[in-house]
DNA sequence: CTTGTTAATCGTATATTTGCGATGAACTAT
DNA sequence: ATAGTTCATCGCAAATATACGATTAACAAG
């Protein structure tokens, strides 16, 4: 892709929040989370289950949960047990939390 | 693409939250609603000086936000003034304030 | 009507995402 | 050692996203 010439520099702020909400863009994958935060189901075999999907593309999805630290997989052969990142889980609570406050929005209107 | 035969069935929820995060998972549209929310801008003329960008890609940009339902525009010619929409805006907060919420993570813990 | 300003849209090139089946890796059980 | 189970990874195809320059649309000012 063409870029930009002076590559736009964002904030660590604007990137993690970027990321994670790349993360929970795809519906599926906010159901796993939602799955995996309610306990209903922990391991991989239990989502491919529940989720109409092949199992690759769930692994897939799975992998970019984890690389967005949202998740964490404890292997337990042969099986992986999968379970909200709570630490990160946390962070995302409060990132979103502080973008989204009331007080940014409401400062100001313009109409 | 090839789509799975039976296609998954997302709730409203799903599609709404993996919607708002798609909105947001550019870090340029995160800088966009950042400066719209403080009001150090508000039409795209500014933002285009702002942000190292073409005005195309700009554009394409606040297009995006708008069909998320995040950022409104009035159009005030030659200029358009955008902002943040207020009501959609709170609605995001509840939603991903839900959806984060402490209890969900932290009511079984895996490890 | 012509010109200038502002912003959207079009067309294009490239990158990334999404989904699948097939295969591979890691480990258990026999 | 062999077979079975579970999950990750590879390779591919198709859809989407991203960025740009060029053009168009809408309007004001003269």
């Known amino acids: 892709m063409r870029r930009t010439l002076s590559a736009v520099e964002y904030s660590g702020d604007e ?3 970027a990321s ?4 929970i863009s795809h ?7 939602k799955l995996l ?3 209903q189901c922990c391991f ?6 529940i989720i109409p999907m092949a199992q690759s593309t ?14 964490q997989g ?8 999968y379970c909200i990142h709570r630490e990160n889980w946390l962070k995302a609570h ?12 409401c400062r100001y209107d313009c109409h």
């Open 74 to 81: 404890e292997i337990n052969p042969p099986k992986v047990r």
């Open 58 to 71: 769930i692994s897939q999805h799975l992998k970019a949960l984890l690389d967005s630290g949202l998740i």
């Open 27 to 33: 519906p599926v994958r906010i159901r796993i989370l």
């Open 44 to 49: 991989t075999g239990e989502l491919t289950e």
């Open 15 to 17: 990137e993690g929040m």
């Open 94 to 105: 409060s990132m979103f939390g502080g973008f989204f406050h009331a007080d940014l929005a």
């Open 37 to 39: 935060a309610s306990q």
């Open 20 to 23: 994670i909400a790349k993360a």
